[in-house]
């Protein structure tokens, strides 16, 4: 997983407040994509962004925004959590141009909606 | 239309042996297929992809057959070993900016 690092690896938090996942990578790649994995869906993603500023969304983005000011940074907030919400949250990145090759993933945020 | 249906969900073979696992779609505009493996803890990494213009890939014991007409794909995994136990995902786009993913197959290989 090198070039993405996630934070927090962990989070507990309460309904309804709201919580901000950081997803921070060196590798200069112009795409960014946040992720949610669950038992039996696979990969759903969330926002993804083409480049600073430049956001859109995925297949399951309500509940969620996001925010790229920067090329290195990706921040994705749950306005106001749910339970619905519980799952493993991944940062990814592709580098720009080309069209192939693969995604460089984080580690994983497990977040858990109490 | 968007659907990439991935199967077995879960899949045990013996070391040693061949672990197949079987993905399909509908839309025919994709023109991007990869397979990635992820292990426990850790984020998925890419394995092996393949393009419609070739029938076979193949990378040491990891070969993707791929069936355009059938809109099939799958990956084989030749003498299986105990470190390919992982959870393996196909996915498919139209280029690689946006992966649709299938939901990913658990694979146990028994000592």
């Known amino acids: 997983d090198a070039g993405i690092t996630q934070s927090p690896r962990h989070k507990v938090t309460e309904t309804g407040t709201p919580v901000t996942l950081r997803c921070h990578q060196t590798e200069n790649h112009r795409y960014m994509y946040w992720y949610r994995q669950d038992p039996g869906h696979g990969l759903r993603l969330i926002h993804y962004s083409y480049g600073v500023k430049d956001t859109d969304k995925g297949e399951v983005s309500d509940g969620y925004s996001v925010s790229r000011s920067k090329t290195e940074d990706f921040l994705l907030t749950l306005e106001s959590a749910t339970s619905s919400q519980t799952s493993v949250y991944f940062c990814?990145?592709?580098?720009?141009?080309?069209?192939?090759?693969?995604?460089?993933f984080g580690s994983g945020t497990r977040l858990t909606v109490v | 239309q968007q659907q990439v249906k991935q199967s077995p969900q879960s899949l045990i073979v013996q070391k040693g042996g061949i672990s197949i696992i079987n993905c399909a779609y509908e839309?025919?505009?994709?023109?991007?297929f990869p397979w990635y493996q992820q292990f426990p803890g850790k984020g998925p990494a890419l394995l092996i992809a393949i393009r419609p213009d070739v029938s076979e890939k193949k990378e040491g014991r990891f070969t993707i057959s791929f069936n355009k007409s059938a809109k099939q794909f799958s990956l084989h995994i030749m003498d299986s070993q105990p470190g390919d136990s992982a959870t393996y995902f196909c996915?498919?786009?139209?280029?690689?900016?946006?992966?649709?993913w299938g939901a990913g197959t658990k694979l146990i290989i028994k000592p």
């Open positions: 996915a498919a786009s139209k280029s690689n900016y946006q992966l649709i």
């Open positions: 839309n025919t505009a994709f023109d991007y």
């Open positions: 990814a990145a592709l580098p720009g141009g080309t069209g192939v090759g693969g995604y460089t």
